[in-house]
């Protein structure tokens, strides 16, 4: 029986649960004392370089610095702190078992596993932008936003290696786009959630009429299709605006 403990544990796939386990805990009790920060942030770096090699540096990095943001600083001040601290660490766990799986080369279909863990710390860096008191430090925060989403666009271009000599470029225009846009919502008074969703809208838009165009699919059905999605959007989430001066 042990003998077999021991194998199943050499497997990739249960080594790696095990390690997003270990990682939900101590983001759990993060949230408690900065001691067990500290020792995440140390075994959440041995986890990652241990294993396979991959370009997903950026990834893991906003993943861990928005967990532990989000947890131990109770950004979105919940009601009941326990129950969120233990809901906000699975799902973070999760997170990371699936960045551990796609450097690892266990999913099947790696290219969606990644999309959807890409656009998630899209969602994720825009709830915390979004939650942060800007009035302080103003440059600051837009500066971080900036690096953060220049960060998510270029790691899937290098993934897919477009553009080698222009992928810094590319990734710095799009993510000057979305600060702007960024900047534009902050100043309308829609309140926190339909700015996140508007914000987060915007950028999956914007990447998927990348995506089409670096693959040559590119065409006035997709461009008119994103288009229409995004007045949707936005007229829903006007409406549903309480407009306050």
Same mark, same amino acid.
Do not use: C, D, W
């Given at each position: 029986?042990?003998?077999?403990?021991?194998?199943?544990?050499?497997?990739?796939?249960?080594?790696?649960?095990?390690?997003?386990?270990?990682?939900?805990?101590?983001?759990?009790?993060?949230a408690s004392h900065w001691l067990f920060a500290v020792i995440l942030v140390l075994a959440s770096l041995f986890f990652y370089f241990?294993? +396979?090699?991959?370009?997903? *540096?950026?990834?893991?990095?906003?993943?861990?610095?928005?967990?532990?943001?989000?947890?131990?600083?109770?950004?979105?001040?919940?009601?009941?702190?326990? +129950?969120?601290?233990?809901?906000?660490?699975?799902?973070?766990?999760?997170?990371?078992?699936?960045?551990?799986?796609?450097?690892?080369?266990?999913?099947?279909?790696?290219?969606?596993?990644?999309?959807?863990?890409?656009?998630?710390?899209? *969602?994720?860096? *825009?709830?915390?932008?979004f939650q942060i008191d800007k009035t302080r430090f103003f440059w600051l925060w837009y500066l971080v936003l900036f690096f953060a989403v220049f960060a998510l666009f270029k790691e899937p271009l290098v993934q897919r290696n477009y553009f080698p000599s222009k992928i810094d470029l590319l990734a710095a225009c799009l993510a000057m786009v979305i600060i702007q846009y960024a900047w534009a919502l902050s100043l309308l008074p829609i309140g926190f959630l339909n700015s996140l969703v508007l914000m987060t809208t915007g950028a999956l838009i914007l990447k998927d009429l990348l995506a089409n165009y670096l693959n040559g699919l590119l065409s006035r059905r997709i461009v008119l299709k994103n288009i229409t999605l995004f007045v949707i959007f936005s007229l829903i989430v006007f409406i549903a605006s309480t407009w306050q001066p």
């Open positions: 029986m042990l003998k077999k403990l021991k194998s199943a544990l050499k497997g990739p796939a249960l080594l790696s649960a095990l390690k997003a386990a270990v990682f939900a805990v101590l983001l759990f009790l993060a241990s294993g +396979q090699s991959g370009n997903f *540096f950026y990834s893991f990095l906003i993943l861990l610095a928005s967990s532990l943001i989000i947890v131990k600083f109770s950004i979105l001040n919940p009601p009941a702190g326990g +129950q969120f601290s233990i809901l906000i660490s699975l799902v973070f766990g999760a997170l990371f078992f699936i960045l551990l799986a796609i450097k690892n080369l266990f999913f099947i279909n790696r290219e969606n596993y990644y999309h959807f863990f890409n656009n998630f710390l899209f *969602f994720t860096v *825009f709830l915390i932008f």
